[in-house]
Nanobody
Framework: VQLQASGGGLVQAGGSLRLSCAAS????????MGWFRQAPGTERVFVAA???????YYADSVKGRFTISRDNAKNAVYLQMNSLKPEDTAVYYC????????????????????WGQGTQVTVSS
């Protein structure tokens, strides 16, 4: 499975961005997909995930501002980011599990087997 993330950029605080992640290869609509982010000098942390049936889970820091969605027909997952803050600045990575997660929504980085290359999001104050 290959993942290609896009949509990052520079935005002012309070603005919005929409990240996209296209999956190719042996994908499955029952796999969970997620977004993680990594700021300079920090570990990669969980942002949001969506299960095979569309259940969602968010980190507390983005709850109410970010929305994750998926389009199984297009093998894609999206992250709509609103009310962006400077602390949201990071490289954002999309990820997918190899196991089926129809009802459970994994947030642990170790649960994800496939990773995209990352897209930079910079929020200016």
């Amino acid at each position: 499975v290959q993942l290609q993330a896009s949509g990052g950029g520079l935005v002012q605080a309070g603005g919005s961005l929409r990240l996209s992640c296209a999956a190719s290869g042996r994908t499955s609509s029952s796999n969970a997909m997620g977004w993680f982010r990594q700021a300079p000098g920090t570990e990669r942390v969980f942002v949001a995930a969506i299960s095979g049936v569309g259940g969602t889970y968010y980190a507390d820091s983005v709850k109410g501002r970010f929305t994750i969605s998926r389009d199984n027909a297009k093998n894609a997952v999206y992250l709509q980011m609103n009310s962006l803050k400077p602390e949201d600045t990071a490289v954002y990575y999309c990820a997918a599990t190899s196991a089926s997660y129809r009802w459970v929504i994994p947030s642990l980085r170790e649960r994800y087997n496939y990773w995209g290359q990352g897209t930079q999001v910079t929020v200016s104050s």
